[in-house]
């Protein structure tokens, strides 16, 4: 059991984030029925989180045997009190641009996830 160690560094990494982090827009996009006449989603639902995130990176490596494409950036988001369904596609406004999350990881802290680690593309 862990939870000793959550304890800390759950609240550690919000805090962290909230005092360096920048802030952004995350819509998690959900639901609607594609119509192959329009070529657009019908439907579908948007909600917008405001979030704090890791100033992002430059990706490197392997994103499950795909190489990591030119331009990909990465950064990170502190998983407490989030509502966000990570199975939604989402998208993240990064200076007025719409970065969409390719692949998100879960670090735990021991039992509990404290951040997760996004990979965005343009």
């Known amino acids: ?8 560094l759950i609240p550690e990494v919000l805090a962290v984030l909230n005092e360096y982090g920048k802030s952004t827009t995350i819509t998690e996009k959900s639901g609607g029925t594609y119509d192959p006449t329009t070529g657009s989603n019908t439907s ?10 890791s100033p992002p ?22 998983s407490s009190g989030l509502t966000i ?12 641009v719409a ?4 692949k998100h990881d879960a670090l735990y802290s021991g039992d509990s996830i404290c951040a ?5 593309r343009n």
Do not use: R
């Open 1 to 8: 059991m862990t939870t000793p160690l959550d304890s800390i």
């Open 116 to 120: 997760y680690k996004l990979i965005l």
């Open 44 to 53: 579908e639902t948007e909600t917008a989180h405001s979030v704090k995130i």
């Open 85 to 96: 369904d990570f199975e939604n596609q989402l998208e993240v406004d990064l200076d007025g």
């Open 99 to 102: 970065w969409k999350v390719v």
């Open 57 to 78: 990176a430059p990706s490197k490596g392997y994103i499950t045997s795909d190489l990591i494409k030119e331009g990909d950036m990465e950064t990170y988001l502190a």
